[in-house]
């Protein structure tokens, strides 16, 4: 898989990486995040992890749970490294996906992390997980294209395996 580039205006700092591994990935969403100065600095600085990171609703407010940042040191204030984040998206968008995770269940997780404009912003995405035969399927995908892009390339198969 070609390794994603930031977006014009962005500045990327963490992928979930996973998330397209283990669900079917819908309709995606940017959010805004309630972070404190320290968890500021260390998103500036990449310490940052998205993996097993979700979303729930509560009370017509969208939390973002699993998402690792690192502590700061330093830090007078400092913040809880894996404590629950508050989202910020518009009312409909909140509530399209309280509906899809209630009545679909589906699940909202976190696939990317990066700044726009100075501002952090979270890329959430509406998912339904994948069964072990699904995912069987996609590394022969992944397999079947490595394969194809090495032959362009090198003009024969199985070049450089021993």
Do not use: W
């Amino acid at each position: 898989m070609p390794k994603e580039k930031a977006r014009p205006g962005e500045t990327l700092i963490a992928r979930n990486k996973r998330a397209g591994f283990n669900y079917d990935l819908g309709d995606r969403f940017e959010a805004g995040i309630v972070l404190k100065g320290s968890e500021v600095k260390m998103l500036r600085a990449g310490k940052a992890d998205l993996t097993d990171s979700f979303c729930t609703v509560l009370r017509g407010e969208v939390f973002l749970h699993g998402v690792s940042i690192a502590a700061m040191a330093s830090a007078a204030f400092g913040h809880v490294p894996k404590g629950a984040r508050k989202l910020l998206l518009h009312r409909r968008e909140i509530e399209r996906i309280d509906l899809s995770i209630a009545r679909e269940g589906m699940t909202a997780v976190a696939t990317r992390l990066y700044f726009k404009s100075g501002l952090a912003k979270v890329e959430i995405a509406l998912a339904r997980g994948k069964k072990s035969h699904d995912k069987r399927e996609t590394i022969k995908e992944q397999d079947a294209e490595r394969e194809m892009r090495a032959v362009v390339v090198h003009g024969q198969r199985g070049y450089g395996r021993a």
